[in-house]
């Protein structure tokens, strides 16, 4: 059983792979060199890949030894999955697995934006005491709207009510008996405008598909608070950027905290680089220690259930 793995993976998970038989070939930088890739994978049982490699119909109708794909994470918009499923190549997933270190950085993005301590810090080390210049605002009583009510948005919710916070959300796939309507008490509204002019914090938990692109633009935009801030842990494309930065810009909203954008890495030419009230962080949200170990045992320990012939609960 051969693996081949593209982008980065924790040791953890090449651990497993190998306790599992595989014979594992790893170059975190594969997935920048296409024709090398192209070549390589058609000697290979098993392909890793992490959000950069394009897993197109190419790549995987020249993987003609393929058995499973394993996505080290759960955004799977780099996958053709109706080509993966056309060429009965099943697409297994890290899920849940980073769930957490995504809600924690939400909450580190709402407690920032109302007191960012860093620029106290930054103040007395330029050799000043100014307390009435740092004293920001509490997060208890203000509202967060998340627009997406599945795994992350959970995770989220039960964090902000700990906060003392109102927690509305926006999620047009749920039923009213969905756990998270009867049981955690976040208040489902009907439509997005009705989150997006109520929020004080606006959180994004979608994933990106043809529905959800530029699902926040201008008019979207233009619906929030002035003093109200937008963040993005889903996908770059969910927020149309242009208007985004116009946003800023003109103050129609108080701040943006982003941690994925539609190209990645950052253009120089992005405009949002130039905006002093957007936060941008490279893809982070889901990368801490632990997370990365949980998601690389588990895909490891995923594909080579498929490969093996056994059935795997993270198929998507
Ligand atoms: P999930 O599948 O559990 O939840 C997504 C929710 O979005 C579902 O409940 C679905 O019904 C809802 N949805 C779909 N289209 C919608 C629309 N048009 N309007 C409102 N709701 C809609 O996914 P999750 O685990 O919560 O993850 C969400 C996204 O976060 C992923 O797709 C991934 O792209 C992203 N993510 C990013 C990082 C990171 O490091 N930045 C890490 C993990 C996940």
Same mark, same amino acid.
Request: hydrophobic share 40%; glycine share 8%.
């Given at each position: 059983?051969?693996?081949?793995?593209?982008?980065?993976?924790?040791?953890?998970?090449?651990?497993?792979?190998?306790?599992?038989?595989?014979?594992?070939?790893?170059?975190?930088?594969?997935?920048?060199?296409?024709?090398?890739?192209?070549?390589?994978?058609?000697?290979?049982?098993?392909?890793?890949?992490?959000?950069?490699?394009?897993?197109?119909?190419?790549?995987?109708?020249?993987?003609?030894?393929?058995?499973?794909?394993?996505?080290?994470?759960?955004?799977?918009?780099?996958?053709?999955?109706?080509?993966?499923?056309?060429?009965?190549?099943?697409?297994?997933?890290?899920?849940?697995?980073?769930?957490?270190?995504?809600?924690?950085?939400?909450?580190?993005?709402?407690?920032?934006?109302?007191?960012?301590?860093?620029?106290?810090?930054?103040?007395?080390?330029?050799?000043?005491?100014?307390?009435?210049?740092?004293?920001?605002?509490? @997060?208890?009583?203000?509202?967060? &709207? #998340?627009?997406?009510?599945?795994? %992350?948005?959970?995770? *989220?919710?039960?964090?902000?009510? $700990?906060?003392?916070?109102?927690?509305?959300?926006?999620?047009?796939?749920?039923?009213?008996?969905?756990?998270?309507?009867?049981?955690?008490?976040?208040?489902?509204?009907?439509?997005?405008?009705?989150?997006?002019?109520?929020?004080?914090?606006?959180?994004?938990?979608?994933?990106?598909?043809?529905?959800?692109?530029?699902?926040?633009?201008?008019?979207?935009?233009?619906?929030?608070?002035?003093?109200?801030?937008?963040?993005?842990?889903?996908?770059?494309?969910?927020?149309?950027?242009?208007?985004?930065?116009?946003?800023?810009?003109?103050?129609?909203?108080?701040?943006?905290?982003?941690?994925?954008?539609?190209?990645?890495?950052?253009?120089?030419?992005?405009?949002?680089?130039?905006?002093?009230?957007?936060? @941008?962080?490279?893809?982070?949200? &889901? #990368?801490?220690?632990?997370?990365? %170990?949980?998601?690389? *045992?588990?895909?490891?320990?995923? $594909?080579?259930?498929?490969?093996?012939?056994?059935?795997?609960?993270?198929?998507?």
């Amino acid at each position: 059983m051969r693996v081949l793995i593209t982008e980065i993976i924790w040791n953890e998970g090449i651990e497993e792979l190998i306790k599992q038989g595989f014979e594992v070939d790893y170059d975190e930088t594969l997935w920048k060199q296409r024709e090398k890739l192209l070549d390589m994978v058609k000697d290979y049982d098993a392909l890793i890949v992490r959000n950069q490699t394009k897993v197109d119909r190419e790549l995987l109708n020249a993987g003609i030894q393929l058995k499973v794909v394993g996505r080290l994470g759960v955004g799977l918009d780099n996958i053709d999955t109706a080509q993966a499923k056309k060429r009965g190549i099943p697409v297994v997933y890290a899920r849940h697995a980073n769930a957490t270190s995504v809600a924690e950085y939400v909450m580190n993005a709402v407690l920032s934006a109302n007191r960012p301590l860093y620029l106290a810090d930054e103040d007395i080390k330029a050799g000043n005491w100014n307390r009435k210049s740092f004293t920001g605002g509490e @997060i208890a009583g203000k509202t967060i &709207g #998340l627009i997406g009510l599945g795994e %992350i948005s959970h995770r *989220v919710a039960k964090r902000a009510f $700990a906060f003392g916070m109102n927690v509305i959300g926006y999620d047009p796939y749920i039923t009213e008996n969905d756990y998270i309507v009867t049981e955690t008490g976040v208040q489902v509204k009907e439509t997005l405008e009705e989150v997006l002019t109520q929020s004080d914090f606006i959180s994004i938990h979608v994933p990106l598909t043809p529905a959800t692109h530029y699902l926040i633009s201008e008019s979207e935009l233009n619906l929030m608070k002035s003093t109200a801030f937008i963040i993005n842990t889903s996908r770059g494309g969910i927020i149309n950027e242009t208007a985004l930065a116009a946003a800023l810009n003109q103050h129609t909203i108080a701040g943006a905290f982003l941690d994925v954008l539609e190209v990645e890495p950052i253009s120089p030419s992005n405009k949002l680089l130039f905006c002093e009230t957007a936060m @941008i962080t490279p893809h982070i949200a &889901g #990368l801490t220690e632990e997370s990365q %170990i949980r998601t690389s *045992v588990l895909v490891a320990k995923e $594909a080579g259930k498929i490969v093996k012939g056994e059935k795997s609960l993270c198929v998507i």
